[in-house]
Structure formats: C-alpha cells, structure tokens
C-alpha cells in the first residue's frame, strides 16, 4: 500500500474557530511469493485489493482485518489496514498502523496494487518513498496533519516546508500550510497559502475526509473557498478579534521558543484591547518568565477582574490550562506568583547586613552625599 496523490480534510476545533486541510491517501499494494498457493493471509490481502479496486471498502476492510488475525505481524496487511482507516478518517488509527508496518520491513517485491506503476517494485522501497517524491510529500502531508492534531504547529509546519521545497505548486502542500497559519492566528499569511493551492487549479479530489460533504471535491475548490472565507474574516475584523489573533500568534511563538516575538504580539494585543483577559494574562506571564514579580501581580489581578475572564482558554503553553477559564488560570499564575514574593520577601530578611535600597532594575540607590551646613556671618547691630 502506498500514498498516492489524493487528499482527505479533517475539521479541526480550535477555540471556537473550525479549521479544515486534506492530506493524502495511498494506494493499496500486496506482494505474493512464487509459490502455487497463496497462504491464507496472502490471499486475503490479495482479495482485499480487489475490492478496494472496485471500491468495496467494507468488504476490504473486512478481509484485511481477517488478514490480521492470521498475522499480525505481516507488514502489507499492517499497511493495508492503515489505508482503510485513513480512507475512514480515522489519521491516529491509520499512523499506528503505519508505524507498524514500518517495524516489519520486507525487501519483497509488489505483485498486485491498485496502482499498476507499482507492481514488481521493491515493497521497502515504496514505503520509504526512495525512488518517489510524490510518496515523501504525502507522507510529510499526513504527517502534518498527525501533528496539527496534537497541537504541534510549529512542528507540522516545518514539516510542511520541506515538502513545498520539494515541490512548491502540491495544492495539497500549500492548502495544508494555509490551515497551518490559520490555526496559528495568521489569516494573511493563511489567505496567501490558501490563495497560491486555488490557483494550482488542480482537480484532483478529496477521497477521505472527516467532513462528508467534502468527498470528491477537487483541492483547488476547496482552497478557494479556504481564501475566501479567510478573507472575509480579515476585511470584518474588530480590534478585539485582532487582539484575539495576536494573542493566538504570541502564544505560537512561545511554542518556538521566542519570547521576544511573542512579547511584541502580546503588546500589540493589549493595545489593541487593554481590557482583554487573554491580554493581560499574557502580559502578567511575560513579566513574570522577566523576573519582574510586581508587575506580574498586577496585570494578574487585572486580568481576572476584566470582562472576558470567563472565557476559556484554547491553545496554551500549558496543555492542562486549555479549555480552563480564564479567571482560573490567571489566579493560579497569581497565587505561584504571590508565593514566589513571599519566598523573596523572606530571603531578603534572613540576609545579614545592611539594607541597600535598589530599582526595579536591580541598580542600586546613590543617595546624595549631605552637604555641609552653610553658614551666615553673624551682623553686629
């Protein structure tokens, strides 16, 4: 079994955004030994492609999982389930399977596939995607969408460059990066991407997907319609959706690691909406990786008292803070950091000698040196 060119979408929840992106599918492929007789497990599979050729997924489904219970360790039954489950949908099923067959390589050769190309070449070969580009971009495009699942957005968008490096007009590629930055808060740069897959003009179409009215649309429609919609989103902009979306990329860019980044979107997101929960929450966290405790008190306790802090969390640094109110966790971020004052406070008393006034830039204070007492000559009256 193999990936081949076609593509599912997957809708995504993300706070209370819905994003969608295909990734592509594979063609099944089977190898039977010389032999007269094929083994039960051989001639299930090969019964099995059969009904995927005449798109019987159920039945093949079926015999693919008798297949299994046979063996379990058989690498084209492993990879053949995985396509079955991906064409249901199911991208966490289909990666472990595909995991799987991975751990069982074979260097048998192809006999049947429902990609005729395919037949008599190197079963490792074609897993591995060696000798077809088209097999490693699908396999970043799932991989991607594996990850986007998880949360990992940084990590699925990497992966997505260096397949659009590959080959930099895959339609499923580009559509795959516009729900990338979508889902990062970036529509411009998501609108971009969304824009170049509809003007690839590409036909091919969405055979799995977990949005049922999708199947059987070409990708191109479906990014124009992605560019569109995006689009719209950005001419209707308020400034507390822009605070939204900057709070969104700021919390992205911690992901990465890039705290002077995100500080600079968290910044745009206040001004933007001083009185945003999300705003000051993040700017309360940002003082507080700083060192400058105080501050970090403060926009804190604003934030829990702003009128958004009912609100829940979406994505966050912490996985256990999604989906938790806003109040909630602006004051567990206020009592860590009332308790850090406390432990400070106490070291600083239990320091032998003197007290030295110092900023909040930690510089000491140079009081001035007292001046000598002037003197008046006394006149004689």
């Not at 060119?5 to 209370?16: E, N």
């Not at 039960?40 to 039945?59: F, I, S, T, W």
């Not at 895959?170 to 509809?198: M, P």
């Given at each position: 079994?193999?990936?081949?060119?076609?593509?599912?979408?997957?809708?995504?929840?993300?706070?209370?955004?819905?994003f969608?992106?295909?990734?592509?599918?594979?063609?099944?492929?089977?190898?039977?030994?010389?032999?007269?007789k094929?083994?039960?497990?051989?001639?299930?599979?090969?019964e099995?492609?059969d009904?995927?050729?005449?798109?019987?997924?159920?039945?093949?489904?079926?015999l693919?999982?008798?297949?299994?219970?046979?063996?379990?360790?058989?690498?084209f039954t492993?990879?053949n389930?995985?396509?079955?489950?991906?064409?249901d949908?199911?991208?966490?099923?289909?990666?472990?399977?595909?995991?799987?067959?991975?751990?069982?390589m074979?260097?048998?050769?192809?006999d049947?596939?429902?990609?005729?190309?395919?037949?008599?070449?190197?079963?490792?070969?074609e897993?591995?995607?060696?000798?077809?580009?088209?097999?490693?971009?699908?396999?970043?495009?799932?991989?991607?969408?594996?990850?986007?699942?998880?949360?990992?957005?940084?990590?699925?968008?990497?992966?997505?460059?260096?397949?659009?490096?590959?080959?930099?007009?895959?339609?499923?590629?580009l559509?795959?990066?516009?729900?990338?930055?979508?889902?990062?808060?970036?529509?411009?740069?998501?609108?971009?991407?969304?824009?170049?897959?509809?003007?690839?003009?590409?036909?091919?179409?969405?055979?799995?997907?977990?949005?049922?009215?999708?199947?059987?649309?070409?990708?191109?429609?479906v990014?124009?319609?992605?560019?569109?919609?995006?689009?719209?989103?950005i001419?209707t902009?308020?400034p507390?959706?822009?605070?939204?979306?900057?709070?969104?990329?700021g919390?992205?860019?911690?992901?990465?690691?890039?705290?002077?980044?995100?500080?600079?979107?968290?910044?745009?997101?206040?001004?933007?909406?001083?009185?945003?929960?999300?705003?000051?929450?993040n700017?309360?966290?940002?003082?507080?990786?700083?060192?400058?405790?105080?501050?970090?008190?403060?926009?804190?306790?604003?934030?829990?008292?702003?009128?958004?802090?009912?609100?829940?969390?979406?994505?966050?640094?912490?996985?256990?803070a999604?989906?938790?109110?806003?109040?909630?966790?602006?004051g567990?971020?206020?009592?860590?950091?009332?308790?850090?004052?406390?432990?400070?406070?106490?070291?600083r008393?239990?320091?032998?000698?003197?007290?030295?006034?110092?900023r909040?830039?930690?510089?000491?204070?140079?009081?001035?040196?007292?001046?000598?007492?002037?003197?008046?000559?006394?006149?004689?009256?």
């Amino acid at each position: 079994m193999r990936r081949g060119r076609q593509s599912i979408g997957i809708a995504l929840l993300l706070a209370t955004c819905v994003f969608s992106w295909p990734v592509f599918a594979r063609d099944i492929k089977i190898t039977i030994p010389k032999r007269t007789k094929p083994t039960p497990v051989q001639r299930l599979n090969q019964e099995g492609v059969d009904a995927v050729c005449k798109h019987e997924y159920e039945k093949a489904n079926v015999l693919f999982y008798k297949a299994y219970l046979y063996d379990p360790d058989d690498p084209f039954t492993l990879n053949n389930l995985a396509y079955i489950a991906e064409m249901d949908g199911q991208i966490d099923r289909a990666q472990q399977f595909y995991d799987l067959a991975a751990q069982q390589m074979t260097d048998a050769v192809i006999d049947r596939s429902s990609s005729p190309n395919l037949k008599g070449k190197s079963f490792r070969d074609e897993v591995e995607g060696i000798n077809d580009q088209a097999m490693q971009i699908s396999r970043a495009n799932v991989g991607a969408v594996h990850l986007l699942s998880q949360g990992r957005g940084s990590e699925a968008e990497a992966m997505l460059q260096g397949a659009l490096a590959k080959d930099p007009h895959n339609a499923f590629t580009l559509n795959n990066l516009g729900v990338t930055k979508e889902s990062e808060g970036d529509l411009k740069a998501a609108q971009q991407y969304y824009s170049q897959a509809a003007n690839v003009r590409s036909s091919q179409p969405i055979i799995v997907t977990y949005n049922r009215s999708w199947r059987g649309k070409p990708v191109s429609d479906v990014a124009a319609k992605n560019a569109h919609r995006v689009q719209e989103r950005i001419d209707t902009e308020t400034p507390r959706d822009q605070a939204a979306l900057l709070n969104l990329q700021g919390v992205t860019s911690l992901n990465r690691n890039d705290r002077r980044e995100a500080y600079q979107y968290f910044r745009q997101a206040y001004t933007l909406d001083p009185n945003s929960a999300f705003s000051l929450n993040n700017l309360g966290f940002m003082s507080e990786v700083g060192g400058d405790l105080e501050t970090a008190q403060f926009f804190y306790e604003r934030a829990q008292s702003a009128p958004s802090s009912a609100d829940r969390v979406g994505i966050a640094t912490r996985k256990s803070a999604e989906g938790a109110k806003l109040f909630d966790v602006s004051g567990d971020n206020q009592h860590k950091v009332t308790d850090k004052l406390a432990q400070v406070e106490r070291e600083r008393r239990m320091e032998p000698g003197t007290v030295q006034l110092k900023r909040r830039d930690n510089q000491p204070v140079i009081e001035p040196s007292t001046p000598p007492p002037s003197t008046t000559p006394a006149q004689q009256h």
